[in-house]
């Protein structure tokens, strides 16, 4: 049996690429997850030992940001290395109906690294445009356009009903809503036992486009649905959890994560593989109250944890968009890395191209950065650019703040739970915090550091010239 497992070992070992050879990327992204809903995190009755390891045998991220409080504007800002203001969608969460998506002159993580020779897949969450007969039902919308060879998930979130979010799966002889397109389930709000199996059917068409392209570089976008509200965890998981069935959805991806990173050590490719693991946004804290759930039968509370941050989803405090990071990469990550510095969605695009050896755009403003010496200092020595964040939100993606070092300078304030917790903020007046000191944004610096504001307030303005050079693709003739 000793001498049988060497052989499957050394036949793995065999047919892997060496590490630096156009690495493998996975990408797990999470919707609505809290910063604090994780063990490592310090969440007391969630487990999530997988999701640890990958922080703890790799590189956990503590000042990590999603790219908008919202779900559209913050997977734009993924898959493009590029600030939401930048998307020309006007809104930052896009419906069934609207006739906007991700334009086809975006460049894609996906297109990147697909010219590299990599095969590519998004098993998840789309929520970057559906086509309808506001666009003409345009396949641009969806993402075979984008330099996605697979998908199958959602257009967009798990709660739409009018209309309906779908299942969906590309299919080359399918033909609904469009040519290589197939329809699953048409209403899957109303379908709760196609929505409770979502995570374990991405996580087996994973683990399959894992073994299919092992010799290969793959690109794996897995994008769960979970714990989006409505939550739906899986049969085995329901009531397994101490935290009721927002916990139970949870620890059912972190069981998902245990079983890929089972599939990357079994096929031999653990160590060509970097996974990135975060979430879209911070919690849905609007939804603050119990409810009757259909499937448990008795109230509990559903919303996830920001703490130690302030508010949650559609609010750019802190905890809208501080969310957890991780980046595992055996041999090449050294274990227990702890990133200091802060870093965000919009960096993995220009750090993955580098990384496969692609071409970063230089015809638009990319406002990611490559942070492999963060990741790696002695694989990838260097110096990064200096960390700066602009901050958008609702409606339409505008300006509500700015962070550039540990100095934070808000310039208009949003809470979906119709509380700004007694501040106010606007260009005359705005408020400053030194968020490294004070990560819960409680102490107003800003009379006491004018020279800081004044910096600030600068640098918004540049970014706004910058938007007016280089309009968004819809706004370009």
Request: glycine share 10%; with cysteine; hydrophobic share 35%.
């Amino acid at each position: 049996m000793k001498f049988l497992a060497a052989l499957i070992s050394l036949a793995a070992f065999v047919h892997a690429r060496p590490a630096m050879d156009r690495p493998n990327l996975i990408v797990i992204l999470l919707d609505d997850a809290g910063y604090g809903d994780f063990s490592h995190t310090g969440h007391p009755t969630i487990h999530t030992p997988n999701v640890t390891r990958l922080a703890m045998e790799g590189a956990n991220l503590p000042q990590f940001y999603s790219g908008s409080p919202a779900c559209t504007a913050s997977r734009y800002s993924l898959l493009t290395g590029r600030n939401p203001g930048r998307s020309g969608l006007g809104t930052w969460v896009l419906g069934p109906g609207d006739a906007r998506h991700l334009h086809p002159k975006e460049m894609t993580l996906a297109e990147g690294l697909k010219a590299r020779g990599y095969r590519t897949a998004i098993y998840g969450k789309w929520h970057l445009g559906t086509p309808n007969a506001a666009n003409e039902f345009t396949a641009d919308a969806f993402p075979l356009a984008h330099g996605f060879d697979r998908w199958e998930g959602t257009n967009v979130s798990n709660d739409y009903t009018q209309p309906p979010v779908r299942l969906i799966r590309s299919k080359p002889d399918g033909t609904s809503p469009i040519a290589g397109y197939e329809v699953i389930e048409p209403n899957l709000a109303t379908a709760i036992p196609v929505h409770e199996d979502l995570t374990r059917r991405y996580r087996d068409l994973s683990i399959d486009f894992i073994r299919e392209n092992k010799d290969q570089p793959f690109f794996l976008y897995l994008a769960p649905n979970m714990p989006h509200l409505p939550v739906h965890p899986g049969k085995d998981f329901q009531g397994k959890s101490r935290r009721g069935a927002y916990g139970d959805c949870i620890e059912e991806i972190d069981a998902m994560v245990g079983s890929l990173l089972g599939t990357l050590e079994s096929e031999g490719i653990a160590e060509n593989t970097l996974i990135v693991f975060t979430s879209d946004n911070g919690p849905w804290i609007r939804f603050q109250e119990t409810e009757k759930h259909p499937l448990y039968g008795e109230a509990r509370t559903l919303i996830g944890s920001a703490l130690p941050f302030r508010d949650g989803k559609g609010s750019t405090w802190e905890g809208g968009m501080r969310v957890v990071g991780a980046c595992y990469w055996p041999g090449t990550i050294a274990p227990r890395t702890v990133v200091r510095e802060p870093a965000s969605l919009m960096d993995i695009l220009p750090t993955a191209l580098n990384l496969a050896g692609a071409k970063v755009p230089e015809d638009r403003p990319i406002d990611g950065r490559d942070i492999r010496p963060l990741l790696a200092p002695e694989r990838f020595p260097g110096k990064v650019t200096d960390f700066e964040l602009i901050y958008t939100g609702a409606p339409d993606n505008r300006i509500y703040a700015i962070r550039q070092g540990p100095w934070k300078l808000h310039v208009r304030l949003s809470s979906q739970t119709g509380s700004n917790h007694g501040f106010s903020a606007s260009r005359e007046k705005p408020l400053l915090f030194q968020i490294e000191h004070d990560p819960g944004e409680q102490i107003d610096r800003a009379s006491a550091e004018p020279g800081k504001v004044r910096d600030l307030l600068e640098n918004i303005e540049f970014f706004e010239q910058s938007l007016q050079k280089s309009p968004s693709f819809w706004a370009s003739p």
